[in-house]
C-alpha cells in the first residue's frame, strides 16, 4: 500500500526566505507525482506534475524535483512571499504496474502548513 | 477556460439523511474522481470516473455512491449519512486520466448533525 509522507508537518520562515517541503512515498513505482496548495477552506491549486521519466519541472518561483528510486520529491520556493502561505500537498499516482486499475487515484500526504510572516 | 465547479458549496443534514453532491468538470476533460477531506485522515479517494465508467474505487462503504453523465457531469450520492461523514468533498477533473494534471474544483462544505 502506497504512504506518502511529508516533512516538516508546519514551517514559518521570515518573508525573502528560500526553503524546502519534503515528501517521500513508499512504493517507487509511480506514473507521476503532483505538487498541489491549499488555502484555507478551498479547493486544490494544482502547482506542478512530475512525470516519473523527468526529474525536475519548474514553474516561476517553484522547483519540484524527483527521485523515484528513492521516493522522494522536493519543493523549493524561493524568496518567499506572505502570499506563499497555505498548506503544501504532495500526491503521487501509481504505475503502469499497479494492475491496471488505479489510473485517475491520488494518494496524498498530510501536507505541510507554510506560513511566510513579512 | 471555466474551471471545474461543484454544487452546492455547503450543505447542512441530519443523521439518516441522503445526500447529492454535483460535479461539473472543466470543458474536455473526461475523468472526474472525487475525495473526501477530513482533519484526521486527509485526503482519501472516493471513486474515479472515466465516459460513464466506475475506474476505480477506493476503501469506503457502500453508502458511498456515484455516477457520470455522457456530458461528463458526476455525481456522488451518500446515504444513511453519519456524523463521521462530515467532511470537505473535493471533485478532480483531468483530460484522459493518469499522465495528467488533476483539476480541483472548490469542494462541498457537507456538515452532519
Known amino acids: 500500500k502506497q504512504e506518502v509522507t511529508q516533512i516538516p508537518a508546519a514551517l514559518s520562515v521570515p518573508e525573502g526566505e528560500n526553503l524546502v517541503l519534503n515528501c517521500s512515498f513508499t512504493?517507487?513505482?509511480?506514473?507521476?507525482l503532483q505538487w498541489f496548495r491549499q488555502d484555507p477552506g478551498k479547493g486544490l491549486t494544482s502547482l506542478l506534475l512530475?512525470?516519473?521519466?523527468?526529474r525536475e519541472q519548474t514553474s516561476g518561483r517553484l522547483n519540484a524535483s524527483l527521485d523515484k528510486s528513492s521516493g522522494r520529491s522536493t519543493l523549493y520556493i524561493a524568496a518567499s512571499q506572505p502570499g506563499d502561505s497555505a498548506t503544501y500537498l504532495c500526491?503521487?499516482?501509481?504505475?503502469?504496474?499497479?494492475?491496471?486499475?488505479?489510473?485517475?487515484?491520488?494518494?496524498f500526504g498530510q501536507g505541510t502548513i507554510l506560513t511566510v510572516h513579512p | 477556460k471555466a474551471g471545474v465547479t461543484q454544487t452546492p458549496r455547503y450543505l447542512i443534514k441530519t443523521r439518516g439523511q441522503q445526500v447529492t453532491l454535483s460535479c461539473s468538470p472543466i470543458?474536455?476533460?473526461?475523468?472526474v474522481s472525487w475525495y473526501q477531506q477530513t482533519p484526521g485522515q486527509g485526503l482519501q479517494f472516493l471513486f474515479e470516473?472515466?465516459?460513464?465508467?466506475?475506474?476505480n474505487k477506493g476503501n469506503f462503504p457502500g453508502r458511498f455512491s456515484g455516477r457520470q453523465f455522457s456530458n461528463s457531469r458526476s455525481e456522488m450520492n451518500v446515504s444513511t449519512l453519519e456524523l463521521g461523514d462530515s467532511a470537505l468533498y473535493l471533485c478532480?477533473?483531468?483530460?484522459?486520466?493518469?499522465?495528467?494534471?488533476?483539476?480541483f474544483g472548490p469542494g462541498t462544505r457537507l456538515t452532519v448533525l
Open positions: 478532480a477533473s483531468s483530460r484522459l486520466g493518469r499522465a495528467d494534471t488533476q483539476y
Open positions: 512504493d517507487s513505482a509511480i506514473y507521476n
Open positions: 512530475i512525470q516519473s521519466s523527468q
Open positions: 500526491a503521487v499516482r501509481l504505475g503502469a504496474d499497479a494492475g491496471g486499475t488505479s489510473y485517475g487515484k491520488l494518494t
Open positions: 470543458s474536455g476533460h473526461r475523468s
Open positions: 470516473y472515466f465516459s460513464e465508467t466506475q475506474r
